[in-house]
């Protein structure tokens, strides 16, 4: 149930754009993303709605796909802070709001 | 940034020990959430809660229990810890659906 993420690391030079995928085998309410720098707690990043409302971060956009159940996040114009762990975190509807997390995608950003 | 503090923060404990990690929430958040964090695995919900005294089973829950008899505290005790529950776990809270979660800083807990 733990949704997928791909790729599961990526490399990028400063500038440079990357793209983050998320995929569930369930249908999705909201999916959320988020960053972890190493040795600290994850930080919230955005979190999109179905019917495509967005909220979170200016510096970054996703999107996402409620037929696919699937989301993107899209990097542009890299920099070195961006680098850390990026999870995407996803809800599937249901009082109890739980929130399920994938397994993670590492993002190095080199000079 | 939310107030969520998480203790203790490093942990080494024997096998066969029980083991409680504290998750204290000081922004009246009903949703609490306990995590794990290993290598290749991301983050796996333990369990969860979605209100006093109501919790639920996440994806690894076997040899964990939960309680919550406050709003602002939620106890992951592991009831006889064994070396594959050595892991960083993180506690999340949050105020509702559709709101993002914040994070605790972790607690390091080593099983010998």
């Known amino acids: 149930q733990q949704p997928v993420q791909s790729p599961q690391a990526v490399i990028l030079r400063e500038g440079e754009d990357a793209v983050i995928n998320c995929s569930s085998s369930?249908?999705?309410?909201?999916v959320h993303w988020y960053r972890q720098k190493h040795g600290e707690a994850p930080v919230f990043l955005m979190i999109?709605?179905?019917?495509?409302e967005q909220k979170g971060h200016d510096k970054i956009s996703a999107s996402f796909n409620e037929k696919k159940q699937q989301s993107s996040l899209y990097l542009t114009a890299s920099q070195l802070s961006y680098s850390g762990t990026y999870f995407c975190?996803?809800?599937?509807?249901?009082?109890?709001?739980?929130?399920?997390f994938g397994t993670g995608t590492l993002l190095a950003v080199q000079p | 940034d939310a107030g969520i503090t998480q203790s203790p923060r490093h942990k080494v404990t024997e096998t066969g020990t029980p083991v409680t990690l504290r998750c204290h929430q000081t922004?009246?958040?009903?949703?609490m959430y306990w995590y794990r964090q290993d290598p290749g695995h991301g983050l796996r919900l333990i369990h969860y809660?979605?209100?006093?005294?109501?919790?639920d089973k996440g994806e690894v829950s076997d040899g964990y229990s939960v309680s919550r008899s406050k709003t602002e505290d939620f106890l992951l005790t592991l009831e006889s810890a064994t070396s594959s529950q050595t892991s960083v776990y993180f506690c999340?809270?949050?105020?509702?659906?559709?709101?993002?979660?914040?994070f605790g800083q972790g607690t390091r807990l080593t099983v010998v």
């Open positions: 999340a809270s949050r105020g509702g659906a559709n709101t993002e979660a914040f």
């Open positions: 999109l709605l179905k019917g495509g």
């Open positions: 922004e009246n958040h009903r949703y």
């Open positions: 369930k249908a999705l309410y909201s």
């Open positions: 975190g996803t809800e599937h509807g249901g009082a109890t709001n739980k929130l399920i």
């Open positions: 809660s979605y209100g006093v005294k109501d919790t």
